[in-house]
């Protein structure tokens, strides 16, 4: 159980054109998911908390204009790039809170990633 | 906001070998303390969380250590095996404050034969 996807796990995209990035929870609801940025040979980052039916809450120095998290439902949250840029190319990891499994409270259940490279 | 620091960033041991991480973090808010394993191109992988009402866990060959007071927590890997090589996070939240993660710098581990 806790399984989460993310699609897709690369892109390649051009400078300025919008790529976006689907999170899903496939055998359990989540109220709250998470979405990082990690650099080569860096750390995660949190980048902004999604929740489902509210806006997102971002981290200080994220740009929400650029970084668009939507949580439509209790199983999909997708983060769509816009504009993107050289410098916005990273590893793009969600993660998931699991309602349903009491006996993993607290722990986020990750999604594999998107390599995302924009020339 | 949290701020959680991990040493050391490299540690290489020989196989079979313990190998030992530390991590402090900042708020004393902080309640639940992960620890993860990340291969190359991976997702963060739990290998074993701690709460801020245990001082001490143990699964096998790994073990983590938390002291409230000091403010630090510790991973504890025995019997390492060249399996163990990844980078390691350690990470801090606030149950029911958002249930942020704050991730440490991490640590990349090398078991050599």
């Known amino acids: 159980g806790a399984v989460v996807s993310q699609h897709p796990s690369w892109v390649i995209c051009k400078s300025g054109t919008s790529v976006k990035i689907e999170c899903r929870s496939l055998?359990?609801?989540?109220?709250?998911m998470f979405w990082y940025r990690q650099f080569p040979k860096q750390s995660l980052m949190l980048m902004a908390t999604?929740?489902?039916?509210?806006?997102?809450?971002?981290e200080q120095g994220v740009e929400k204009d650029k970084f668009l998290i939507n949580h439509a439902s209790l199983t999909l949250s997708t983060l769509t790039v816009t504009s993107a840029h050289p410098e916005d190319s990273s590893f793009y990891i969600c993660?998931?809170?699991?309602?349903?499994?009491?006996?993993?409270?607290?722990?986020?259940?990750f999604g594999p990633g998107t390599r995302l490279t924009v020339l | 906001g949290e701020n959680v620091e991990q040493h050391p960033s490299t540690l290489s041991v020989q196989e079979g070998d313990s190998a030992v991480i530390k991590c402090t973090y900042s708020?004393?808010?902080?309640?639940?303390f992960p620890w993860y394993k990340q291969e190359l191109g991976k997702r963060p992988q739990l290998i074993i969380d701690?709460?801020?009402?245990?001082g001490e866990k143990k699964d096998q060959r790994i073990a983590v250590t938390l002291n409230k007071t000091a403010k630090h927590f510790s991973l504890h890997i025995t019997e390492t095996q060249p399996e163990d090589s990844a980078v390691y996070f350690c990470?801090?939240?606030?149950?029911?404050?958002?249930?942020?993660?704050?991730f440490g710098t991490g640590t990349q581990l090398k078991v050599e034969l």
């Open positions: 993660s998931a809170l699991s309602s349903t499994f009491t006996s993993s409270y607290n722990e986020q259940f």
């Open positions: 055998d359990f609801q989540a109220t709250t």
């Open positions: 999604s929740n489902e039916g509210s806006k997102a809450t971002y």
């Open positions: 708020d004393s808010a902080s309640n639940y």
């Open positions: 701690i709460r801020s009402n245990v």
């Open positions: 990470a801090a939240s606030i149950t029911g404050g958002g249930n942020k993660l704050t």
